[in-house]
């Protein structure tokens, strides 16, 4: 499908330009200044500009994404909804299903411009049969947007406020996000509507802080609670222009937002959100860290050498690639000393599934290993010396090695099998 | 009515090319149709010892892209995980409709069938073999000179298995061996008479593979890739001789239509199937149709049209393999050697069965296949074999094909379902032959590492045969002496469905014999008709 992005360049644009065109579809950019790196093609488009973007033929959808987001190059809320209108007129006259990114604070008298401006456009929308999509509290990826500014807070103050009554958020990935945007362009079954994506369990906000802390920066904070009313009250006294200046309408926005019932959509979208602890990993996954270190220490164990990075990518991409989610985590001493990798390398196993499994992985971390020059040198001896003293040498030492810990085992065996027992699912 | 062609060729592996050969030159209109599967990855050109240890970017033909090895893994034959033959065992079962039920059914769509990824093994039956066939043996031994001067067979005519793969005038010289084979043949030329008493007998490989090169076909460089492809053409597949078909303007190809029905429209055959790229349905007519679609395949294809729900036996070797080490070679170098069969042996066992197998150079093959089934902790496996693999070879043993009990039956969805079993006899014998071959080896110094020999299961030796055996008076559901399907006339199977026996021996050049002398039939038979 050929995909025309509005404000492509921005925090969940990127990621949405970038999977899109994951998925084989024809992405296009448009937005007021080119990108950095030209991956799709790309056309103008400001919000500014009422006569805007020409739908060249061919294009399937449009998803704006394009708002005033910056406090300080203030757009009026009129040119902002007739751009949007216009840009629904063209899509209409030109059969492009139009799908607009609004905003969980979306209302008719949402305290900021910004909620009303999306509701205004939600309603245009709305009436010209096109689908409405209210993320929740977008994080993960680069650090930008809003989600970008909170951890920079998070990170620059040690100390962080705990409003009370918690105001709750629903958490969403960025990429989950955009996943869920290309399926509402996909499918041909949706009726036209409002679309809340977010997590179904909200979660107050300083816990969502809180977990930035921990997950995305490695750090703790201390939390300092702080009523609402007394907030709501400082901001009353500030300024229009104190207050766009520090960012305080969206507090605002943040104690007035209504909770969305996002299970429906999820279940009929399909998409499963993946955890807040796993999305703020910098790799976006803890699964896929847990997997590079599953990697190395495989690998190293086989190889008896540290493996390089394209060797450690190319394992995660073979399990990711082919393994059905299947609950497998070694315990952190095999990570952090591959050797002892020998005592669980037997083949009786209490669970004979786990079993496989690790053979599955230990066979894997063996192609990888040996599929490489490194691998010429371990498995083959090239450019070692070789004659019938290296060789025996060689088979004496591995039996011998081999012999100690089947020793080792035997004496650790019951150590390990409470270990097996009690870690559920893994070792 | 007039046909679309004179003949149509369904398969262009070995025995479909080896049957039009005699059609095309013959000024026949003939159409050749396959499965059209082409190979995405080309083979490896430098020798495999180098590429390890220099190319970074060797896990791509190795392992394979998106990790086909992996996917593989619990394949019988190392050459289904290479990424590079993939093209030839995809989509074969799926596109034919063929299931499987506790045996193991490969074939392949490719273009040239499964002579892209075989072992190259060639032999010629012998007197007695021949004369049960239900034609006179002349007419073969004819076929086996002419098809084995066009494909180019090397191996040694002054050996003590000269006369066990027949002697062949039109024969290169043997690719050369490596340290440790030589090493075999040398001592094993000292105690021959004792081991021929003991019923074994060893010899330089029969193989179709050039040590001289033929037109555009190099000779054998000796660089280990043999597993993962031959860049080179020194290997035979089919899709070498179609260049030379093709220079004929009344021959016609059609890749990418997989046939699935025959129907007979006045008297002329409609041959109906599926092309590959769009689904669509097409037929086409021809007074004859030459079966050569493998033996599953053409199997289907025939009891289908026939409507014969009766399950139909099967033949199929069993299958075994097993790891020698040679003690005086401890700590040989590796060097650049050539990958499939060096020496082969033939053993015999009770019962007046003979077992037939090759050894190999173990450079060619990843250690993965090996580590896996060493008995020890995977880092210590890896040093062990690192240590010792150098000085073994890997061999494999058949055992003739009447002991599979394997058989084939169409389903009333039109699919075909192929199970089997091993005969109770097989374990015995495989029992038998590990000992014989162990005594023998190790009388020339040689040991089959404890624990190494391992029978494979059943269908995994890809020999599948005799579904539709030849006879001289068939009943429904066999052929003619010339492979004609009784019941439909002008249907002839040409591939392994058509052979009445199957021994140990390699069958591929039997059966492009039979092809050749097969199709040199229908010529007769056409020009006779005059139609």
Not at chain 1, 102 to 129: F, H, M, N
Request: net charge positive.
């Amino acid at each position: 499908m050929k995909i025309v992005v509005t404000g492509s360049n921005g925090y969940i644009g990127t990621r949405l330009v970038r999977l899109g065109s994951r998925f084989g579809h024809s992405m296009v950019g448009a937005s007021r200044m080119p990108p950095s790196s030209l991956s799709v093609p790309w056309i103008k488009f400001d919000l500014c500009e009422p006569d805007c973007l020409q739908l060249t033929s061919g294009v399937d959808i449009l998803v704006h994404l394009a708002a005033n987001t910056l406090p300080e190059a203030r757009i009026d809320e009129a040119i902002e909804v007739a751009t949007a209108k216009k840009l629904i007129g063209a899509a209409l006259a030109s059969k492009v299903k139009f799908i607009f990114v609004s905003s969980q604070t979306a209302r008719q008298d949402a305290p900021t411009s910004y909620g009303r401006i999306k509701w205004c456009i939600e309603q245009e929308v709305l009436a010209a049969g096109g689908w409405v999509v209210r993320p929740g509290q977008v994080y993960g990826g680069e650090l930008r947007g809003l989600y970008g500014q909170l951890v920079k807070i998070v990170k620059k103050s040690p100390l962080l406020p705990k409003f009370l009554p918690l105001p709750v958020v629903q958490t969403i990935h960025v990429d989950d996000l955009a996943e869920g945007l290309l399926r509402i362009a996909v499918r041909r079954d949706l009726k036209s509507g409002v679309y809340c994506l977010g997590s179904s369990t909200p979660i107050p906000f300083s816990t969502f802080l809180a977990e930035i802390a921990k997950s995305r920066l490695r750090c703790r904070r201390a939390f300092v609670p702080l009523p609402i009313g007394l907030v709501n009250l400082f901001i009353a006294q500030l300024s229009e222009t104190w207050r766009s200046r520090l960012g305080l309408d969206r507090l605002r926005s943040l104690f007035d937002l209504p909770v969305m019932n996002t299970e429906a959509d999820l279940d009929q979208l399909g998409l499963s959100l993946r955890p807040l602890t796993s999305g703020l990993h910098p790799s976006g996954d803890g699964r896929r860290r847990q997997l590079l270190r599953e990697a190395n220490a495989l690998i190293t164990y086989v190889l008896k050498e540290r493996p390089s990075n394209s060797m450690l990518r190319r394992y995660v991409r073979a399990v990711e690639g082919s393994r059905v989610e299947r609950e497998f985590r070694l315990l952190g001493i095999f990570l952090s000393y591959p050797i002892l990798l020998s005592l669980l390398d037997k083949k009786s196993w209490p669970d004979p599934a786990l079993g496989s499994e690790f053979f599955w992985r230990m066979d894997a971390a063996t192609l990888m290993s040996e599929s490489t020059p490194e691998g010429a040198v371990r498995f083959l001896g090239y450019g070692q010396s070789h004659g019938p003293l290296t060789s025996t040498l060689s088979i004496v030492n591995a039996i011998a090695g081999d012999a100690l810990w089947r020793l080792v085992r035997i004496f650790v065996a019951p150590i390990l099998r409470y270990s097996f027992a009690k870690v559920k699912g893994g070792i | 009515m007039t046909a679309n062609f004179d003949v149509i060729v369904v398969g262009s592996g070995p025995s479909g090319v080896s049957a039009a050969y005699p059609l095309v030159e013959g000024g026949l209109r003939v159409l050749m149709v396959d499965g059209g599967m082409q190979p995405s990855l080309l083979p490896p050109t430098v020798d495999f010892l180098s590429t390890r240890a220099h190319d970074a970017e060797q896990w791509k033909w190795m392992v394979g892209k998106n990790f086909h090895a992996l996917g593989m893994r619990d394949a019988v034959s190392p050459k289904l995980r290479a990424p590079s033959m993939a093209y030839v065992f995809d989509g074969f079962s799926c596109d034919n409709r063929i299931d499987e039920d506790g045996f193991i059914a490969i074939g392949s769509l490719a273009k040239g069938g499964l002579s892209n990824a075989w072992g190259c093994g060639v032999a010629q039956l012998s007197e007695d073999q021949l004369a049960d066939l239900p034609f006179p043996v002349a007419e073969m031994r004819a076929s086996y000179a002419r098809v084995s001067r066009r494909i180019g067979i090397s191996g040694s005519n002054d050996d003590d298995m000269a006369d066990y793969f027949g002697r062949d005038e039109f024969l290169q010289s043997p690719i050369p061996m490596d340290k440790p084979h030589t090493h075999l043949l040398h001592q094993y030329e000292k105690r021959r008479v004792k081991l021929h008493a003991h019923g074994f007998k060893l010899g330089r490989s029969r193989l179709a593979v050039l040590s001289t090169g033929i037109s555009d076909r190099k000779a054998c460089n000796l660089s280990s890739n043999c597993l993962f492809g031959c860049s080179r053409g020194s290997l035979y597949s089919a899709v070498y001789e179609l260049p030379s078909l093709r220079k004929h303007e009344n021959f016609t190809e059609l890749s990418g239509f997989i046939v699935d029905d025959l129907n007979r429209d006045n008297n002329l055959w409609m041959v109906s199937g599926k092309t590959v790229a769009s689904g669509e349905r097409i037929s086409f007519s021809a007074s004859r149709v030459v079966l050569a679609a493998g033996t599953l395949a053409t199997t289907r294809i025939v009891l289908n049209a026939l409507n014969h729900c009766h399950s139909v036996p099967m033949l199929s070797s069993p299958s075994a393999a097993f790891l020698l080490w040679l003690p005086g070679l401890l700590g040989t170098q590796r060097l650049p050697s050539f990958g499939l069969g060096q020496l082969s042996f033939a053993l015999s066992l009770r019962d007046n069965i003979s077992a037939f197998g090759s050894t190999f150079s173990t450079t060619g093959i990843l250690m993965s296949e090996f580590a896996r089934h060493i008995p020890m902790s995977r880092r210590y496996g890896v040093d062990l074999l690192k240590g010792l693999l150098s000085s073994c070879v890997v061999g494999n043993l058949f055992l003739p094909g009447q002991l599979t009990e394997a058989r084939v039956r169409l389903n009333s969805d039109g699919s075909l379902t192929v199970s089997g079993a091993y005969s109770d006899s097989v374990v015995p014998l495989m029992d038998e032959a590990r000992k014989k071959l162990s005594k023998a080896y190790w009388s020339i110094g040689a040991l089959i590492l404890p624990g190494s020999f391992t029978i494979g299961l059943p269908g995994g030796d890809i020999h599948y045969a005799g579904t539709l055996p030849m006879r001289c008076e068939p009943v429904l559901g066999e052929t003619s002496s010339f492979g004609e399907v009784k019941g439909m006339d002008g249907v002839y199977v040409v591939d392994g469905a058509c052979l009445p026996a199957l021994s140990a021996k390699s069958h591929t050049l039997t059966l492009m014999a039979n092809a050749d002398r097969i199709g040199r039939a229908i010529l007769i038979n056409i020009r006779g008709s005059g139609s």
